[in-house]
């Protein structure tokens, strides 16, 4: 039913407030005839005003209410903080937008959709996300009144969030930024905040000033503790706020606490609104940093934590996300972070190996979202030239030069480390670089526009060159159906994710080789058939081991079997 300002719906002769979304009071200016949430929800058809809201009394504004996720029709309700004075100043700006509805996309040849035969005005990989952007317009609208006492507001569950990151680095060897990086300066924030005592009014201004008065300088011989004192305790700026606060809403996810989250010792709200909360207020440090025009490592590393907080809500294929990312390369261009360091730059080595570590991470997404959606990439590697990381665990960077220097002694020449104690960080992002570096040939071949005879001898020698990747890999890093009894459950699947990250591209390069020849149908089907067999592993295990039941579904849709499915019947 539609209803306009002239005609009001009423019930038991009554106005009746905004059902959908529970709104109870409104303001209509006769010219909007319905409430502009529920528009953008599409529940507009069930959407009742107060004729005339203003003249009813005024009511004090309700305390925040508790969440349940027991109450789905309130799950995206999130801790509303009252503003505090002195921080009422803040930048204007755009908001983290919101995905309202579904718009066909752009997707090459590499993408999994073009495995069928539908035209592609009918593909379509965004979808809404209802929860997500309801709590993005109800806790972050686009008027920036109070955005900094909010976010000094939320600052103040710094136990929560410690606990949180701590829990994620613990359980998760994806992280790219080491761990003592950003959980030493965590600690250092709390105990100054414990000695000094909680600021009452000014902290949004202090944080403000710090990050548009004082610039980041890095100087070779700097320690980690002289680094750490640039960004946090008296000097904290909104760079390491936004990371808090995403690198928490990362936590969220992989926290073996309770599902329940109080922002303000108070009421609950779920782990996946609370992580909508973190995702949020991270991205406002991002915004505020831009009006700042702030373009440092911190910069580049909130950057990253907040594409893959964002990812995990609206999903990769969100247009949002893709362009998010496009900022993430833009601070790495102009961080020089493609580019290897002279010599004579001055660089301390903990800092120096975290940048090649971020490079790396993002080219290898920069594959991943290109093949996905069948896009070119925007880190090519013609423009880049990094190393590999060495093969450190995190800690490992932060030791003085004495014992630095003798756990770099016990690397291999080509800096790998060895498999006594699993799978570190550095290890993951190693191979999943030196397999996205070859992922990019491949797309060269299925996207670019060379011609019959040169593509020819490319993917003559980009099959070669898939064929000899593992030979470069030390054998105990090669993932088998043994590597469970070894490495255990979450490890296991690390080391299934990359193999699976390779035998993606192999296939790729054998469906090419099938449309230029096919004789190359055989080698295709058995690269097909090898996916299905590591996705069965990683499904009997799966039924196996309760601990990794819900967090890594994302696997049997992430490795793209629809492409291999379709071949192989």
Known sequence: MK????????????????????????????????????????????CYYHPAPLTRPRKKTRAPRSVSPADPSREDEVFNASPSRGDSTAPTGPQMGVTSASQPTYLGSTSFMSAFDHGQQDMCLSTPKTAHASTMRKAWSA????????????????????DLVTDKYYR??????????????????????????????????????NTATQSIKVEA???????????????????????????????????????????????????DAFAMEMAAASHACLEICRQYDSVNDLVVWLNYAYFVLASNIMGETSHQIYTQFGDLVSCIHAMGLHRPHSPESS???????????????????????????????????????VGLPLDLDDYSLVLDNLSLNKAIRQLTSDGWGTCNGGLRPAT?????????????QVMELSLGRGSVGSRQ?????????????WDKVPNEFHYSKHTWEVLGPHLSIISLV??????YTVFQVERIRCSESPDAMTDLLDSAMQIVSVVTDFTRQRDQEGSIREQYTWIVSHCNLFPCLSHIL
């Not at 003592?180 to 000033?209: A, C």
């Not at 928490?248 to 709200?269: H, Q, R, W, Y």
């Not at 992002?429 to 070859?438: F, K, N, S, V």
């Not at 001898?457 to 990747?469: F, P, S």
Request: positive net charge; proline residues 6%; glycine residues 4%.
């Open 3 to 46: 209803n306009n300002s002239r005609d009001m719906v009423r019930k038991n002769g009554k106005p009746v407030s905004c059902e959908p979304c529970r709104i109870s009071k409104i303001r209509c200016d006769h010219q909007q005839p319905t409430c502009r949430r529920c528009d953008l929800r599409g529940l507009s058809s069930k």
């Open 221 to 271: 011989n700097m320690t980690t503790d002289q680094f750490y004192h640039l960004f946090t305790g008296a000097n904290l700026r909104w760079e390491f706020v936004g990371i808090i606060f995403a690198m928490a809403g990362l936590g969220a996810s992989v926290s073996s606490s309770s599902p329940l989250f109080s922002l303000n010792g108070k009421d609950e709200i779920s782990s």
């Open 347 to 385: 660089i301390p080595f903990f800092l120096s190996q975290t940048r090649k570590r971020v490079f790396a991470a993002s080219y290898r997404t920069d594959k991943n979202l290109a093949t996905f959606l069948g896009r070119p990439p925007r880190l090519p590697y013609h423009y880049c030239d």
């Open 457 to 469: 001898n490319e993917l003559h020698i980009t099959y070669q060159e898939c064929k000899r990747l």
């Open 498 to 503: 990359t193999h699976l990250e390779y035998l």
């Open 172 to 209: 998760s060897s994806f992280t790219v930024i080491p761990a003592p990086l950003v959980l030493t300066p965590l600690r250092l924030l709390r105990n100054y905040w414990d000695r000094e005592r909680w600021p009452q009014e000014g902290l949004g201004s202090r944080i403000t000033q």
């Open 428 to 440: 993951v992002i190693r191979l999943r670089y030196m397999i996205a570096r070859l992922r990019e």
């Open 143 to 162: 008027d920036f009144t109070h955005v900094f006492p909010r976010l000094v507001q939320l600052l103040r569950p710094l136990r929560l969030y410690e």
